[in-house]
């Protein structure tokens, strides 16, 4: 079974950047599509960015629109989310995901993955 480990998380100053990896040890995420999504504390689970197999499609939440830029690099089966001008409010658990099969990057974006990773917190603090 697919297994995604996300890294990169830590404390940054509002303003600052980070940039999160998913990586699937073992697997090649080059048939998937990959979405990287977020749950602050108390709140609802939010569709971040999505990205498809070739790279060529890209979905982003209007509020990180500007600011995060995700990209896959498939000879390395790793996803990035390069993270900038970073904001209080986008403090939060960062979760990747992937989803096998037809899929578009908006749908994945709305509903998302079949397989998940464990987390990696972001926290945007001065």
């Known amino acids: 079974q697919l297994q995604l480990v996300e890294s990169g998380g830590g404390l940054v100053q509002p303003g600052g950047s980070l940039r999160l990896s998913c990586a699937a040890p073992g697997f090649t995420l080059d048939y998937y599509t990959i979405g990287w999504f977020r749950q602050a504390l108390g709140k609802e689970r939010e569709g971040v960015s999505c990205?498809?197999?070739?790279?060529?499609?890209?979905n982003y939440a209007d509020s990180v629109k500007g600011r995060f830029t995700i990209s896959r690099d498939n000879t390395k089966k790793i996803v990035y989310l390069q993270m900038n001008n970073l904001k209080p409010e986008d403090t939060a658990v960062y979760y990747c995901?992937?989803?096998?099969?037809?899929?578009?990057?908006?749908?994945?974006?709305?509903?998302?993955?079949?397989?998940w990773g464990q987390g990696t917190q972001v926290t945007v603090s001065s």
């Open positions: 990205i498809s197999t070739s790279g060529a499609d890209t």
């Open positions: 995901a992937a989803v096998g099969g037809v899929t578009t990057v908006q749908a994945m974006c709305l509903i998302g993955g079949d397989y």
